[in-house]
Nanobody, 113 residues
Framework: VQLVESGGDLVQPGGSLRLSCAAS????????MSWYRQTPGKEREWVAG????????DYADFVKGRFTISRDNGKNTVYLQMNNLKPEDTAVYYC???????WGQGTQVTVSS
């Protein structure tokens, strides 16, 4: 199982980013996927989740209305579109397969003027 995140960057408050997570080593379309994030000194927190077909999604309250999770099963990739970014969104973002303790290496998102 391999998960590789990308798309993190430095962005100004109010800006947007799209994160990607490329999956390999398993049948991607069979698994729920999630995004998490972590800042130094804090526990990793769940951000969003998506069902196998992409129709079912769920979000943490602190990103509802700003972030959108999606997936492309043909490309074995899950995405996180992040709009109206705030400084408190600064974190390393990770994707995770919902079954099993499989994580990517993370991608850094920094929101700062």
């Amino acid at each position: 199982v391999q998960l590789v995140e990308s798309g993190g960057d430095l962005v100004q408050p109010g800006g947007s980013l799209r994160l990607s997570c490329a999956a390999s080593g398993f049948t991607f379309s069979n698994y729920f996927m999630s995004w998490y994030r972590q800042t130094p000194g804090k526990e990793r927190e769940w951000v969003a989740g998506i069902g196998t077909t992409g129709q079912a999604t769920d979000y943490a309250d602190f990103v509802k209305g700003r972030f959108t999770i999606s997936r492309d099963n043909g490309k074995n990739t899950v995405y996180l579109q992040m709009n109206n970014l705030k400084p408190e969104d600064t974190a390393v973002y990770y994707c995770k397969r919902n079954i099993g303790d499989y994580w990517g290496q993370g991608t850094q998102v920094t929101v700062s003027s």
